[in-house]
């Protein structure tokens, strides 16, 4: 993880984005006397709001629990996945 001050980061704004889409890897940006601010790849941002919706219902959330704890547990099954046409 890249930490950069705001100073650098506008300096090399294409830079720290390329940085942050070509390596697959966030950039902190610190802001003096401010809150710093992180720029991750879209795709990440998309895995956490998925995440985020997923665990936000209690039910699922619980269900994706269980799941998880089934599969350490070793009670699982592998299935070959179909792909429809």
């Not at 993880?1 to 070509?22: C, G, H, I, P, W």
């Not at 390596?23 to 998925?50: L, Q, T």
């Not at 994706?64 to 070959?80: A, C, M, N, P, V």
């Amino acid at each position: 993880m890249q930490v950069v001050s705001m100073t650098e980061a506008r300096n090399n704004f294409k830079a720290v984005f390329d940085s942050v889409y070509l390596d697959n890897e966030e950039v902190i940006i610190h802001r003096k006397g401010r809150e710093n601010v992180v720029v991750i790849p879209f795709a990440e941002y998309n895995s956490i709001k998925e995440t985020n919706y997923l665990l936000s219902n209690k039910n699922n959330a619980r269900h994706l629990i269980e799941s998880i704890e089934q599969l350490h547990q070793g009670k699982y099954q592998e299935r070959e996945l179909v792909e429809c046409d």
